[in-house]
Structure formats: structure tokens, C-alpha cells
């Protein structure tokens, strides 16, 4: 049986991911108690279902704590399990629950939407580590849909999934990172107003960063230092490794090197490529979200 657990911050886009899921085959189930998982998915594979996307989140309450007990036994029964945590910035996510006029699920009398929030990041501190984090602050929901789409379709085999993920700092460091090089000091192309327009992988602005020798010995420099630590970084067992290019706003030189770094590991790596602050002017590997 292949299942998707899916959990995440109130507001960061758990039921697009589920959806996106349903749509694709998936039985979905959502707001289940942690302690119900066992229950739930010998019924399922009586039934016949080789598929399953379940939902557990802060909605479970006290049982919330036995997730990570319950995540072992199901990779002990599953031929396929994969963890998906959803965050994003406080500032979005109060501003999505004041687009929406949603009731924060730990909202209360006498407990602001920030406080509420707060208290929903520490309760889940402990379940963010389980899985593959996706940071969906900057994302409009059809980038989401993509991404969750390009999880799935990686492989289900032993090892580690190396994604290069380009940013802008001026939109913040992505909570997903787990390494982040800053491409600042590079000759930025948003000053050549021919080149504004363009992202990192059109031609008129690869042909410009190519012909700066700095901006080489930057990507070797990166590419240099991921293969050296990428052995220590798989014997931590992690299934992925998300490795942050940033640069002012994210759409020229971070994207450049973020794909650059993509085709040099992609001979011998699973590698995804995504790009977060241009994903509304190109269309890449995981174009996509807003999470609601």
C-alpha cells in the first residue's frame, strides 16, 4: 500500500495537498486522530485500496502526540509511506485567516490569531521533522498542486532526493532550507532593462551570467561544497535535501544557478528544481501556491 500523511500549520495549504491527492487516485482521509492510523489502514487494505492520503493534524488533539509512534508501525506496513509537512511565515498565515474569516482551530476567547498560531508551532515542532517540509508562504495554489505533484512522482526507492530550491531574500529565507547560499555579490541583470523582464533561464540572461568568471566560480564553489557533504547528509537518513539559492528577487541569478546546480547532480541524483520567487513569471519543475 502506498500512503501519504499529510500534516502542517492551520492555513498552509493542507487541503489543496489533499485534494491534489484525491484527484490523482488517492482515498482520502481527512482530520484523523493519530491513534486511529493502525485502525484505519488494516480496513483499507481488507478493502482493496492501494492508495491512501490522510490528513493528521492539530484538529487530532491530545492524540496528535502518538504521530510519530504511529509513523514507525506505518513504515513497517506500507511498501510506500511519505511524510509531507506544510508551513509558512505567521505574517501569511494571519493573513490568509483574515482573507478567509476562518476560526483558527486553537482560536479562542482571549487567544489572538497570533498566540493561536504560536501555539500550533510548538504543538507540531516534533511532527515537522517526520517528512519532506514544503514552505508554501510565497506559493499560489496551482504552484502547490504542482509540487505535491512533483513528490509524488519521485521514486520510490532507498536514498537521497537533492532539491535546489531558488529564492528572494527580499521575500524571506524559505522555512524548508536546510542550506542557504546567498548569490548577492553577483552581477544582477535586473539593472540591464532589456535583461528585467527575463528570469535565469532565459537565454539573454544565461548569456549574461555565463560571461562573468565570478559567476562560475560561485556555482562550482556551491556544487563543490554539496557533493563533499552530501554523503554525511544521506547517512543522517533524510530523504531529502533542500538546498537554497538566494539572490535580491529571486529571478535572475538564483534561478541561474539554481538550474545549473540541478543539471550537474541530475545525471547521478534524484533532483528536483523549483523556483520560488519567479514561479508566477516561469513555468518550472514545481510551479506552484496559497494555502488555505
Known sequence: M???LISGLSGSGKSIALKVLEDVGYYAVDNLPATLLPELVAELSDTG?????IAVDVRSGASLLALPQQVEYLRGVASDLRVIFLDARDDTLIARF???????PLGSEGVSLAEAIQNERDALASIAELGHRIDTSELQANTLRAWIKDFLAIEATEG???MFQSFGFKYGIPL???LVFDVRCLPNPHYDLYLRPF??????VVEFLDSFPEVGRMCEDIR???????PSYARDNRS???VAIGCTGGQHRSVYIAEWLGRHFGDTLRVLVRHRSAARRIVDHGAGMAGK
Open 176 to 178: 524548508d532550507a536546510d
Open 240 to 242: 531529502y535535501l533542500t
Open 199 to 204: 528570469t535565469g533561464k532565459d537565454q539573454p
Open 224 to 230: 563543490r561544497f554539496v557533493a563533499t557533504w552530501l
Open 49 to 53: 485500496h492501494e492508495r491512501v492520503a
Open 160 to 162: 537521497l532526493t537533492l
Open 2 to 4: 502506498q500512503i501519504v
Open 98 to 104: 483574515s482573507e478567509t474569516r476562518r476560526r483558527h
